[in-house]
């Protein structure tokens, strides 16, 4: 099992930014393809953005691309989404996940572990 915590939350104006993080402890990162996923309320969770464990492939929803990126610092067991011109409909809870399957696990939404979430609101 991989422990995930996430932060970096927050309130922000519509056009800000925000960067979370993702801490991971328990297993060899370096080995883990990771994901972003979030969940807005009275939907279900979605996915957002998906790195693999060696940065070569990378992935987002076409509602964040160009607006966010993913990025990892193995060296330091994290893996971060930036996020940049943030919309009203970017306000979720936003989950990380780590999966040694970057597409059966992340791509396919089904990853072995998730973090507790870190709440996003963006105000109009």
């Known amino acids: 099992q991989v422990q995930l915590v996430e932060s970096g939350g927050g309130l922000v104006q519509a056009g800000g930014s925000l960067r979370l993080s993702c801490a991971a402890s328990?297993?060899?990162?370096?080995?883990?393809?990771m994901g972003w996923f979030r969940q807005a309320p009275g939907q279900e969770r979605e996915f957002v953005a998906a790195?693999?464990?060696?940065?070569?492939?990378?992935s987002y929803a076409d509602s964040v691309k160009g607006r966010f990126t993913i990025s990892r610092d193995n060296a330091k067991n994290t893996v971060y989404l930036q996020m940049n011109s943030l919309k009203p409909e970017d306000t979720a809870v936003y989950y990380c996940a780590a999966d040694r399957n970057y597409r059966s696990g992340i791509l396919a939404g089904t990853p072995d572990n998730w973090g507790q979430g870190t709440q996003v609101t963006v105000s109009s």
């Open positions: 790195i693999s464990w060696n940065f070569v492939s990378s």
């Open positions: 328990g297993r060899t990162f370096s080995n883990y393809a």
